[in-house]
């Protein structure tokens, strides 16, 4: 799998909208990862983890590590 994967899909949530909606489409983390890995966008759950830390040690600003953290509780509601 790819940490590059989950940073990417992580930066997608954030910033697509469709995409975003079309991800509450399923029921469990497994499901989504499932999908993820038939999109070419697959990553382990301890890649996402290592995703979201590296993007919260890169932000600049307050309003940056909120939206990091926002996308990470999204993500944990699967779970």
């Known amino acids: 799998m790819s940490l590059q994967n989950a940073i990417n899909f992580i930066s997608k949530v ?3 909208s469709d995409f975003r909606k079309s991800c509450y489409a399923y ?3 497994t499901d989504l990862l499932n999908s993820l ?3 070419q966008m697959g990553f382990t759950p301890n890649e996402i983890e290592d995703a979201f830390n ?3 040690l890169k932000c600049q600003t307050y309003e940056q590590a909120g939206r ?3 996308v990470k509780a999204w993500f ?3 779970g």
């Open 54 to 56: 590296v993007l919260e």
């Open 68 to 70: 990091v953290k926002e």
């Open 37 to 39: 890995i038939d999109m």
């Open 76 to 78: 944990r509601l699967f």
């Open 27 to 29: 029921k469990s983390q």
């Open 14 to 16: 954030d910033s697509d």
